[in-house]
């Protein structure tokens, strides 16, 4: 079931994690870090472009280097002159970016009259050891089983002790409300690494296939023992008593839990307690894994819970977060020591990219042990990139800020991703194969209630007549769980949180009047 590669992971995770633990690092040590990391900034990118790319044969940044006739001086001399994110600039205009797409493998690379089709594994670290895969629920719409490197979460650890720092939050009981995926590792272990290990950890739904779950309890077990971490108690997000009740609890006995979640997750939770006649002041939520729109925010706001965004992807780990004082919603501050981002410029039409809005952003990771190799790597994501800091975001250095972030290349609700390419021929070709109707009767949309809660809306033309609601989820749900193995686990999820709503209306044109299968980010 297992490659000896990930046998032998496993081992030195086990002899890893001790060693690891033994050396907390205080919200002292971990500013020091980051402000040293963030002097040493440029030193840091050309050492990670040098053995990562130049020095790695296989590197696909090589290809588009070469294509762009741009060496290692080259870039350190842009670098010098200009600094990393002018540099950045530079090189994307050159054509040394990658999309989401080439990223994945989907489409071919294609820069100088010349082509290549590239693997995500081709992106893989040649620096990082495999310790365990973080395989997670596919918030990027493919199976992200990425290797992790317990000296990555070292690197991490102090971003993350910073942030809680920032916000006075050391030693406040710590919860986790999240599937029970491998990926879930790294977070926690990253907390108690700075003296913040949880209290409790929630499982919305545990991971479907075998394999994965052999993995994922094998790996949790071995964390989980070495860091003295209780077991993951069930709570589905269809029922939130459990965790209402945990964190009711808290507040009795004086305590101010942090609770780490969705979004549309902490929101349904606060209107179930809202319902009860019960708030939660005092509560506050580290919400990842889907956009904090201001209906999602003012949602659990009203309930007196506090609600703190973070910026990652599966990809990419952990790469902003919201530091006080910030203005929008979901504004987070990038982790500047670890991260560069810019904006792509269109130089020419992209089918995927958003119509009007934020632009495309492009990811470049510092951190020698990550897991991939980021360099102008586009993730699917847009967004208003910002200058300016204050307070202990600015002492930190992190004076570049990112809102009205979304996803275009991908759907996202409760916390889980599915592709648009996969969609497509749900929407265009089973949906009317099965019900009637051709590919213009039917549409998804990727929304949110006014309370901020996630939905799928399936459109549905009244022209294509009487159809039974129940089997047209049953078929949607089937038909994607199809596509690919770990869509089971997904479609599973959104299934329990009963994400899939349908009406009966004509599929709607988008501002360009464009008739798209799938249209994201249909906010109320």
């Excluded at 609890?249 to 809202?274: F, I, K, W």
């Excluded at 009860?276 to 949602?299: H, I, N, S, Y």
């Excluded at 265009?428 to 939905?455: K, W």
Aim: charged fraction near 25%; proline fraction near 7%.
């Amino acid at each position: 079931m297992f490659a000896w590669s990930e046998l032998r992971g496993l081992l030195r995770l086990a002899t890893g994690l001790p060693r690891f633990l033994a050396s907390p690092i205080s919200p002292d040590q971990a500013i020091a870090a980051i402000r040293d990391r963030v002097a040493r900034r440029e030193d840091r990118f050309l050492r990670k472009i040098e053995q990562a790319v130049f020095r790695h044969p296989e590197s696909p940044y090589l290809r588009l280097m070469e294509a762009a006739g741009c060496d290692l001086d080259d870039v350190r001399r842009l670098v010098r002159e200009d600094g990393v994110e002018a540099a950045l600039e530079r090189l994307a205009r050159a054509g040394v970016y990658i999309t989401w797409d080439e990223f994945k493998g989907r489409v071919p690379v294609r820069r100088g009259g010349r082509e290549w089709r590239f693997h995500e594994r081709d992106f893989d670290n040649p620096a990082a050891r495999e310790y365990f895969r973080s395989s997670t629920s596919g918030s990027s719409g493919t199976p992200v089983r990425t290797r992790m490197d317990l000296d990555e979460l070292e690197e991490a650890a102090p971003n993350w002790a910073a942030w809680f720092q920032a916000h006075l939050w050391m030693g406040r009981p710590l919860v986790f409300w999240t599937p029970g995926h491998t990926g879930l590792a790294s977070r926690y272990l990253r907390c108690a690494k700075f003296g913040m290990p949880y209290r409790k950890w929630f499982v919305t739904m545990e991971v479907k296939a075998l394999e994965d779950r052999v993995r994922s309890s094998a790996v949790h077990y071995l964390a989980r023992r070495a860091a003295g971490l209780s077991r993951p108690e069930p709570a589905p997000v269809n029922d939130p008593g459990r965790v209402a009740g945990y964190l009711l609890e808290l507040l009795a006995a004086g305590e101010r839990p942090l609770v780490n979640t969705a979004p549309s997750a902490a929101a349904r939770l606060s209107l179930a307690m809202l319902d009860r006649g019960q708030r939660l002041d005092g509560v506050t939520f580290l919400l990842g894994a889907e956009p904090v729109t201001p209906a999602r925010k003012a949602t659990i706001e009203h309930s007196g819970a506090a609600a703190v965004p973070t910026y990652g992807t599966s990809e990419g780990g952990w790469i902003g977060a919201q530091f006080p004082g910030a203005a929008m919603a979901d504004e987070v501050h990038i982790f500047r020591d670890a991260y560069a981002v810019i904006a792509r410029e269109e130089s020419e039409p992209d089918a995927g990219a958003p119509e009007d809005g934020p632009s495309p952003v492009l990811f470049t990771n510092l951190r020698a042990a990550s897991p991939k190799v980021l360099l102008n790597a586009e993730l699917g994501d847009s967004a208003v990139i910002a200058r300016g800091a204050t307070g202990a975001a600015a002492e930190l250095g992190y004076d570049v800020r990112m809102h009205t972030i979304r996803s275009f290349r991908k759907i996202t609700a409760w916390g889980v991703t599915l592709a648009l390419g996969d969609l497509y021929s749900v929407i265009e070709e089973t949906l009317p194969r099965e019900f009637g109707g051709g590919v213009a009767d039917y549409q998804l949309l990727e929304d949110q209630d006014e309370r901020g809660i996630s939905a799928l809306c399936l459109l549905i033309s009244p022209e294509v007549g009487p159809i039974p609601e129940a089997r047209v989820r049953e078929t949607f749900f089937r038909e994607l769980a199809r596509k690919r193995p770990y869509y089971r686990f997904m479609t599973a999820l959104l299934d329990q949180a009963g994400a899939l709503r349908i009406e009966r209306r004509r599929p709607a044109a988008t501002s360009r009047d464009k008739l798209l299968p799938v249209v994201p980010h249909r906010a109320a």
